[in-house]
């Protein structure tokens, strides 16, 4: 009903708020991201084994001729437990991490330089979910790559570490960060402008107008557009990534010379599929998730009051 006051389920940053981000995030890259398992698998034998699986059809078709169907998810547990983690504490921190910064900048300067804000909290935010993402990104490629391996998620790490010890879980950490880092600030900076520029020129109402549905699809279409930028940005580390969890031995240098520049983009039309749905869908998903529990969701930046006043004292 108009002029009826929305209740929330808790208070802006708040603890509980947090944690429910944390929930919101666990759910939305845990669920997407085992779901796009089938075709991350085949994008990680095409990155290692471009002889064998050649392009992404012939790569499911291998697959699936070798295995069957169990061929294709295998790596889906530690895939669920690793991106939940990592869904978690990103979404958490991103939202701590802008609360936190703009409160250190002061409203006009958040305002005035919330791109930066943006990119500071996402790349903090993804540097601490990193290091919970990276044992089971290590698994996952384990188990999907190596022919012969156990598809067991509760044998494989077992035996890792007792073969090759902690460290092997952490070998890919610092290609994961070049691979997560600059997609995470491009995913969240380009989501947060691209929603600026949606309700500012395509959307024919203001969004306090609009349906929680009518803003659901808003955030989905931003999130796709995110997630094309995202594969992009982030696609040679992502290969970087395969090839190192496969040959814990090598390093980035010689990788980078035995691929040379076209084999580090091999996969990226399929990386822009999978990146583009699964990060429009973990957009719909985080804010679907904050709409059923009835949590505060703050609208797109508007410039603060107090700056409006100076700039309308200018002219």
């Known amino acids: 009903m108009a002029g009826k006051k929305e209740e929330f389920s808790c208070e802006m940053y708040s603890n509980k708020f947090f944690l429910l981000c944390m929930a919101g995030g666990a759910v939305a890259c845990g669920s997407t991201h085992t779901l796009v398992t089938p075709l991350d698998l085949v994008k990680c034998r095409l990155q290692v084994d471009p002889a064998k699986y050649k392009s992404i059809f012939r790569g499911f078709g291998v697959s699936l001729r070798e ?20 869904g978690g504490v990103k979404f958490a921190g991103y939202e701590y991490f802008k609360y936190a910064f703009a409160n250190l900048t002061g409203e006009e300067n958040a305002y005035l330089y919330r791109t930066y804000l943006y990119l500071a909290a ?8 990193d290091v919970f993402l990276s044992p089971f990104e290590a698994t996952k490629v384990r188990i999907q790559t190596t022919p012969g391996y156990t598809s067991k998620m509760r044998v494989a790490m077992p035996h890792m570490m007792s073969t090759e010890g902690m460290g092997v879980f952490y070998k890919g950490l610092v290609p994961l960060w070049a691979r997560q880092i600059p997609y995470t600030m491009m995913k969240f900076s380009s989501f947060e402008k691209t929603i600026e520029l ?49 040959e814990p031995g090598a390093s980035i240098g010689g990788l980078v010379a035995e691929l040379g520049f076209f084999g580090i983009w091999r996969g990226l039309v399929a990386r822009i599929v999978m990146i583009g749905t699964l990060t429009g869908l973990q957009w719909f998903i985080y804010d679907g998730f904050k709409v059923y ?13 107090s700056l409006k006043k100076k700039l309308a004292g200018k002219k």
Request: glycine share 8%; with cysteine.
């Open 122 to 129: 996402s790349a903090s935010a993804e540097f601490c979910a």
């Open 198 to 246: 949606l309700y500012e020129h395509f959307v024919p109402k203001p969004r306090s107008q609009c349906t929680k549905e009518e803003q659901l699809v808003v955030t989905f279409t931003a999130g796709y557009i995110a997630g094309v930028l995202c594969a992009i940005v982030s696609h040679p580390a992502d290969t970087l990534v395969s090839k190192l969890n496969k």
């Open 293 to 305: 529990t009835g949590m505060p969701r703050p609208p797109p930046a508007e410039m603060p009051l």
């Open 67 to 86: 295995g069957g169907l169990a061929n294709i998810v295998k790596g889906w547990a530690p895939t669920l437990i690793g991106y939940s983690m990592q």
